[in-house]
């Protein structure tokens, strides 16, 4: 189940062809333009403009910049100062949204971490079983005493 929430993450990221970082943070320092910017495994800092979208998986977005698209937060949060500007919708899937009290209400959709526990505890039954297989495998056949002679 695991890599298919990679496999996930990575086709949503698949069309950010100007920025896309594995595992190192994204900073987008103020007057820079990017058309979309997307990371697996790290953080965004948006502070200048980005014509197209923002798709951050697994890492945290702080956004004082503005953004014409969408912003995707996948396991993550999105901090959204006053001079925070979206464009289109805010989704954030596992995160939460903290927003300063003089910025402008986006529309969004927040899933919360709860979301996740079926996956947990179907990884924690599948470990536990697997444990379970591996110590009746390693004690071996069972061996009962002979039959007593009537």
């Known amino acids: 189940m695991l890599p298919r929430c ?3 993450g990575l086709l949503i990221l698949a069309p950010s062809p100007d920025l896309l970082h594995f595992g190192r ?3 987008l320092a103020p007057g820079h333009t990017f058309h979309n910017a997307g990371c697996v495994l790290c953080s965004a800092d948006v ?6 979208s923002v798709r951050v ?3 945290n977005v702080f956004l004082s910049g503005s953004v014409a698209g969408n912003v995707l937060v996948f396991g993550g949060n999105l901090t959204l100062t006053n001079n925070a500007a979206v464009g ?6 596992g995160g939460h949204l903290h927003q300063d009290v003089g910025a402008v209400n986006h ?4 899933l919360p971490p709860i979301i996740f526990l079926p ?3 179907v990884i924690c039954a599948t470990i ?16 009962y005493p002979p039959l007593p002679r009537l």
């Open 25 to 27: 943070n994204i900073v």
């Open 128 to 143: 536990g079983s697997l444990i379970g297989l591996t110590r009746r495998m390693a004690r071996g056949p069972v061996a």
């Open 57 to 59: 998986f697994a890492g």
């Open 107 to 110: 529309t969004h959709t927040v």
């Open 119 to 121: 996956l947990i505890l």
């Open 47 to 52: 502070e200048g403009h980005v014509t197209g």
């Open 88 to 93: 289109g919708r805010v989704f954030i899937f």
């Open 6 to 8: 990679f496999v996930f």
